[in-house]
């Protein structure tokens, strides 16, 4: 089972930096997981929010920032906001890069950004599947995962489920599974909540692989791999690869 690293090593270095994707290289992680947002001047950017608020120290829409101006900010322990041009140049040939699509807007100037890098390998994401559908459409070669849920009727039993289940609404995995064939994707990026073995054998027998996010716990690690999940998503790889390479040699 793969391990990528969600926004970087964000349990331990500010999310989405630089720094946080330096160290998941260090770890040898299969790969890291970024957002894109565009700046001012149309600069595919790696941040997670819409807004600057929270993860920087500055305030305002990332739209009303020029590339430049996000370099400027504080993300964390003095690390700048980065362009994606930024972080893919230091992945390439060394490790997967999941590149999260926040709207279709996006997908045009990505397209650019990656035809630029040599040496790498990345695919995208996106609740937006819109986005995903503009991407195949303009680059047909590129893989994708579309964000979904698992069973809206399981997650429905939980608050945090039924959260999951609005924010996803339409978005569960027979509609997802169905999205995922007609656009030719590779698998399914689904959230850990609810997910069971019956939802992995679902996603693998419509031939698609198993993509989980975000899971930070080592026992649930553990029973995913169990379960045959290709690839899980979290904010602390080095915690997880050391639980399943024991989970690996207590078979």
């Known amino acids: 089972m793969r391990i990528f690293a969600h926004r970087g090593v964000s349990a331990h270095l500010p999310e989405n930096t630089q720094a946080a994707f330096a160290r998941a290289i260090e770890l ?7 957002d894109v947002h565009l700046s001012a001047d149309n600069v595919p950017v790696v941040i997670h929010d819409d807004t600057a608020d929270r993860t920087t120290n500055g305030t305002g829409s990332i739209s009303e920032f020029t590339a430049r101006e996000l370099g400027l900010l504080d993300a964390g322990a003095g690390q700048p906001v980065p362009t994606l041009a930024q972080v893919l140049e230091m992945a390439a040939g060394k490790l997967w890069v999941n590149i999260e699509l926040k709207d279709a807007d996006s997908v045009e100037p990505v397209v650019q950004v990656v035809n630029l890098i040599p040496g790498l390998d990345w ?3 996106s609740a937006d599947w819109a986005a995903l559908a503009e991407l195949r459409r303009l680059l047909p070669e590129a893989t994708i995962y579309p964000l979904c849920v698992g069973n809206l009727d399981k997650l429905a039993l939980t608050d945090a489920g039924v959260d999951a289940g609005k924010q996803f609404a339409g978005r569960g995995l027979p509609t997802a599974i ?3 064939l007609k656009q030719g994707a590779q698998g399914l990026s689904v959230w850990e909540g609810g997910l069971d073995q019956d939802d992995i054998v679902t996603i693998h027998e419509a031939g698609l692989l198993a993509w989980v996010w975000t899971v930070n716990d080592p026992a649930r690690a553990r029973k995913l791999m169990e379960m045959g999940a290709d690839a899980i998503c979290t904010d602390d790889p080095e915690l ?3 639980a399943l390479q024991f989970a690996a040699l207590d078979r």
């Open 123 to 125: 695919f995208a994401s």
């Open 178 to 180: 169905d999205f995922a």
């Open 240 to 242: 997880l690869q050391q």
């Open 28 to 34: 040898g992680v299969d790969g890291i997981e970024l």
